[in-house]
């Protein structure tokens, strides 16, 4: 690990972890033991994918997209001792809500989760008159606490930073409209409770004629680094045979996180293993959650794989900064 480049955080050694293989040179690569959750773990699951993990109690907890067979979107709670073989609830979360004005969402889907204040913050795409941001946390994955939708619809991809900034809670997002969306530009938004949000910021943009021509989307929780705050993102191209989904990377300003700093011209990872090329919905390359360990500077990226399973790559801090500024924009 390059001594320049620092993962600010906590150690965390018993990342889920596998080598670069010998034959490959990629800055990312892929766990051998893809997918690592298959579609029917559980018997209600038509697939299980773009779900978020995290450490706890020196093991590890996550909150889980579930499509039923039922075709109806659901967040599952699930535990894993590894990171790599876990065990999902069968019943969906039923959060704790007073309002029942929101309580009774329509569908819940693309968690993230991330440890802030002592509590673990979920954020999630929730149907309210149509896609908006769901905010709750969780103490001890058994009583989960719903709050205020973050944002009016239409929103996707609200995930927030793992630490306050200037005294703010901080929150990236996507506007968004009421369909499969089109188009989409990163926002950032600051709240002083978790409930007001405003202070928008343009963060970024789709490129034309790229990888990332349609459409862009926060992927991860931010990664605090002594660099900056590193963003895996994921990014959306328009092709002859539907869209095309690609993880991408972007370093943004500490202490102003709507300013990019370096952001990557080439692409990642992209849809070109069979279980990311054919599923419910082809050609998909969704990260959604990242473990880190400040020790080694070891990243294990979780991703949705066309839409149908959850599978793990892997990058070193040091390796992926470089990449980053060496094949900036």
């Given at each position: ?82 990171g790599f073989s876990w065990e999902i609830d069968e019943n969906p979360i039923e959060f704790i809500c007073d309002d029942i004005e929101i309580a009774n969402f329509e569908y819940g889907y693309d968690p993230r989760l991330v ?130 989904y690609s993880m991408g990377a972007a370093i943004l300003d500490l202490e102003k996180p709507w300013k990019i700093l370096y952001r990557t011209k080439s692409y990642l990872m992209s849809p070109q293993k069979l279980y990311e ?53």
């Open positions: 690990m390059n001594d320049n480049v620092k993962i600010i955080g906590e150690s965390l050694s018993n990342i889920p972890w596998e080598n670069r293989p010998p034959d490959s040179e990629n800055v990312v690569w892929r766990s051998a033991k893809n997918p690592i959750i298959p579609r029917d773990l559980i018997p209600k699951s038509n697939s299980i994918f773009n779900s978020a993990t995290i450490p706890y109690k020196n093991k590890f907890a996550g909150v889980f997209r579930v499509d039923h067979k039922s075709r109806i979107m659901k967040l599952h709670r699930g535990f894993s001792d590894d440890k802030l204040d002592e509590k673990y913050y979920i954020t999630w795409c929730n149907g309210y008159h149509g896609p908006t941001i769901g905010v709750a946390y969780t103490e001890d994955f058994e009583n989960f606490y719903q709050l205020e939708n973050a944002y009016l619809p239409f929103n996707r991809n609200g995930v927030l930073f793992p630490r306050k900034i200037n005294s703010k809670y901080t929150m990236l997002n996507r506007p968004s409209d009421n369909g499969h969306t089109p188009f989409g530009d990163i926002f950032y938004s600051e709240s002083p409770d978790m409930i007001h949000w405003g202070c928008h910021r343009h963060v970024m943009t789709p490129i034309p004629n790229t990888w990332q021509s349609t459409k862009v989307g926060a992927g991860p929780n931010p990664i605090e680094t002594n660099i900056g705050w590193l963003l895996i993102y994921h990014g959306v191209l328009t092709s002859c045979n539907g869209f095309v090329c054919v599923g419910d919905v082809p050609n998909v390359f969704f990260p959604c959650s990242a473990l880190t360990d400040s020790e080694t500077g070891r990243i294990a990226i979780y991703y949705g794989a066309a839409d149908t399973v959850t599978c793990l790559a892997y990058a070193k801090v040091d390796e992926l900064i470089e990449f980053i500024k060496n094949n900036t924009i």
